[in-house]
């Protein structure tokens, strides 16, 4: 998290060239990316150990504790032998995890955008309802070739190489490499061991469009009611809501109607509570988005500032939000969202309180 603070804090986009893998051929070759050549088994393997560490897990919790996770898929499937593909796929994968870090059965999660959001919101529902004390939430993507040139082939990319959420003159998403993981647990079984959550947890919606394979509905109508599912589910008004972190894929038509859905859910408040969109800083993580930018979220609400959407040029009519720009802002009161949108017509709004 140690980078990507220091690049959210100083809004400073994390995009440069892509040396991973041959770009030559591509309209676009930028993206945000570790590093050399991770492995995502590694990655998730070491950051769902040291969550469940920070947790103070020890084994018999881990073993009782279900791991859900939001991937893609195992990045060796595309290249494996038809005859050891199964083993290479979603659940196999997150099977695999489970087991080296020694937790409980597993969940795999592959809805694009909203993989981890959704495992999220599934997470904090059986904790809720009395069915498991604590669910480990893990997601992750690595910017491979396959996924890449899929996306630039069909010109989804920025080619000017920045992603510009609700500005004029946005041209497109760009990806960026995203792991995270996270334990969730109900607040009488983290007492009995001592321990105090942080944050405390407020809510979730979720809600589908069934309108485009790709596109948004154009009023934003899903990602609407996911909002509103959110704060009714948390007893919350919208003028209690201090900061949005949008989904702002940089696309024409998904901020466009991310900002009608907003207007739709928070009424006059959608004018003035601050906006902006971190995958303007790190990319679109896809299976990874909604953890990714669940802990940006709570980076800025700890840090007392919320980030900024970079890239921005100058104002666009259909996307007039009060976006934080420039430089970060201080975090006032109140609720902060995370949004996140997907192919499909799949909306997730997470709602977490402000420190």
């Known amino acids: 998290m140690g980078a990507l603070a220091a690049g959210l804090d100083a809004g400073r986009p994390a995009f440069a060239p892509v040396t991973r893998f041959d770009v030559a051929g591509r309209r676009v070759g930028v993206a945000a990316t570790l590093p050399g050549d991770p492995d995502l088994d590694d990655e998730l393997w070491w950051l769902l ?26 990045p060796r499937l595309a290249r494996s032998a038809p005859a050891q593909r199964p083993r290479h796929g979603g659940s196999a994968f997150a099977d695999g995890l489970a087991r080296n870090t020694g937790l409980g059965p597993s969940r795999a999660y592959t809805s694009a955008c909203v993989a981890a959001s959704t495992a999220i919101a599934d997470a904090a529902g059986i904790i809720a309802r009395g069915e498991a004390e604590r669910v480990v939430v893990a997601g992750g993507y690595l910017v491979e070739p396959d996924q890449y040139a899929l996306f630039d082939a069909g010109r989804a990319f920025a080619a000017d190489g920045q992603v510009r959420p609700f500005s ?10 995203g792991a995270g993981a996270v ?13 105090e959550p942080s944050p405390a947890w407020s809510s979730w919606g979720r809600a589908g469009d069934a309108h485009h394979p790709c596109q948004p509905h154009p009023q934003g109508r899903g ?3 996911a ?19 949008a989904h702002g894929s940089g696309t024409a038509q998904s901020d466009a109607a991310e900002t009608l859905a907003l207007r739709a859910a928070l009424g006059e408040h959608a004018a003035t509570v601050p906006v902006s969109s971190t995958k303007a800083l790190h ?13 940006v979220t709570l980076h800025a609400l700890r840090g007392g500032l919320l980030p ?17 720009l420039g430089a970060s802002r201080p975090a006032g009161p109140g609720y902060a969202l995370s949004l996140n949108a997907a192919f499909g017509g799949a909306n997730t709004a997470l709602l977490v309180g402000m420190a």
């Not at 334990?183 to 321990?195: P, T």
């Not at 900024?308 to 934080?324: I, M, Q, R």
Request: hydrophobic share 45%.
């Open 283 to 295: 990319g679109q993580a896809l299976e990874a988005s909604g953890l990714l930018e669940l802990a």
């Open 308 to 324: 900024v959407n970079a890239g921005y040029l100058e104002p666009d009519e259909d996307c007039a939000l009060e976006l934080v």
């Open 49 to 74: 150990d040291e969550a469940c560490d920070e947790a103070k897990l020890g084994t018999a919790e881990r073993a009782g504790a279900p791991l859900f996770l939001a991937v893609h898929g195992d």
């Open 183 to 195: 334990v969730l647990e109900s607040a009488a079984a983290a007492g009995e061991r001592g321990i």
């Open 223 to 225: 990602l609407a009611r």
């Open 227 to 245: 909002i509103a599912g959110a704060l009714r589910r948390a007893g919350a008004e919208p003028g209690e809501v201090g900061y949005v972190n």
């Open 168 to 177: 004029a003159g946005r041209r497109g998403l760009l990806l960026g490499d």
